[in-house]
T-cell receptor
Framework: AQKITQTQPGMFVQEKEAVTLDCTYDTSDPSYGLFWYKQPSSGEMIFLIY??????QNATEGRYSLNFQKARKSANLVISASQLGDSAMYFC??????????????FGKGTMLLVSP | ETGVTQTPRHLVMGMTNKKSLKCEQHLGHNAMYWYKQSAKKPLELMFVYSLEERVENNSVPSRFSPECPNSSHLFLHLHTLQPEDSALYLCASSQGTNNEKLFFGSGTQLSVL
C-alpha cells in the first residue's frame, strides 16, 4: 500500500518570500512518480510539477521546484517569490497501481497556503 | 475553453432524487476518472474508464452509477443518495491510464439534504 503524508494543514507566507510545503511518501515500488497539484477556491486541480523516482535532478517549473530526497522519502514543494495568487490548497500525490494493473494518483490531505501582502 | 468541463457547478438534491453529473474533455484523451473530495479527507478515486471501458471501480456504493458513452464524455448518475455523499466531485482525464498526469475539471459541489 502506498501512502502520502502532508503534515502541515496550513501555512502562512508573506508576498515575495519563499515557502516550503512538506510531503513524505511511503512505497515499496522501486519506480514511482510524485506530483504536486494546486487547488484554488474555484475547485479545479492544477498540475504544478512532477518528479520521477529515477530522475537524477530535482524538478523545476518556473517558481516551483521539488526538493526530492529519496532516502528520506520526501518530496517537498518550494515556491519562490510567493504571489497573492498562490493562495490555495496544495496536494502532493503519487502514482498508484490499481488491482486492475492500471495506474492513477493517490493524494495527500493537502496544505492550505495563504499569502499575505 | 477549458480542457475538462463539468456541469453543473453546484447541485442540491434530496435523498429521493435522481440527478446526473456531466464531464466533457476536449483534450483528445482516452482515459477519464471520477474522484470524490470530502472535507478534510484526501481525494478518493471512484471510477476509471479507459477507451469507454470501466477498468476500475473503487468499492463505490451502487447509488453511484457511471457512464462513459465515448472517450470525451463521462457521466455520474446519482440516486437515493445519503447526506454523507455531499462532497466535491471531480472529473479528470489523461492520455492513457499509465500516463500519470491528470487534467481536472472544476468539479461539481454536491449537497444532499
Amino acid at each position: 500500500a502506498q501512502k502520502i503524508t502532508q503534515t502541515q494543514p496550513g501555512m502562512f507566507v508573506q508576498e515575495k518570500e519563499a515557502v516550503t510545503l512538506d510531503c513524505t511518501y511511503d512505497t515499496s515500488d522501486p519506480s514511482y512518480g510524485l506530483f504536486w497539484y494546486k487547488q484554488p477556491s474555484s475547485g479545479e486541480m492544477i498540475f504544478l510539477i512532477y518528479q520521477g523516482s529515477y530522475d537524477q535532478q530535482n524538478a523545476t517549473e518556473g517558481r516551483y521546484s521539488l526538493n526530492f530526497q529519496k532516502a528520506r522519502k520526501s518530496a517537498n514543494l518550494v515556491i519562490s517569490a510567493s504571489q497573492l495568487g498562490d493562495s490555495a490548497m496544495y496536494f502532493c500525490a503519487m502514482r498508484d497501481t490499481m488491482n486492475s494493473g492500471y495506474s492513477t494518483l493517490t493524494f495527500g490531505k493537502g496544505t492550505m497556503l495563504l499569502v499575505s501582502p | 475553453e477549458t480542457g475538462v468541463t463539468q456541469t453543473p457547478r453546484h447541485l442540491v438534491m434530496g435523498m429521493t432524487n435522481k440527478k446526473s453529473l456531466k464531464c466533457e474533455q476536449h483534450l483528445g484523451h482516452n482515459a477519464m476518472y471520477w474522484y470524490k473530495q470530502s472535507a478534510k479527507k484526501p481525494l478518493e478515486l471512484m471510477f476509471v474508464y479507459s477507451l469507454e471501458e470501466r477498468v476500475e471501480n473503487n468499492s463505490v456504493p451502487s447509488r453511484f452509477s457511471p457512464e462513459c458513452p465515448n472517450s470525451s464524455h463521462l457521466f455520474l448518475h446519482l440516486h437515493t443518495l445519503q447526506p454523507e455523499d455531499s462532497a466535491l466531485y471531480l472529473c479528470a482525464s489523461s492520455q492513457g491510464t499509465n500516463n500519470e498526469k491528470l487534467f481536472f475539471g472544476s468539479g461539481t459541489q454536491l449537497s444532499v439534504l
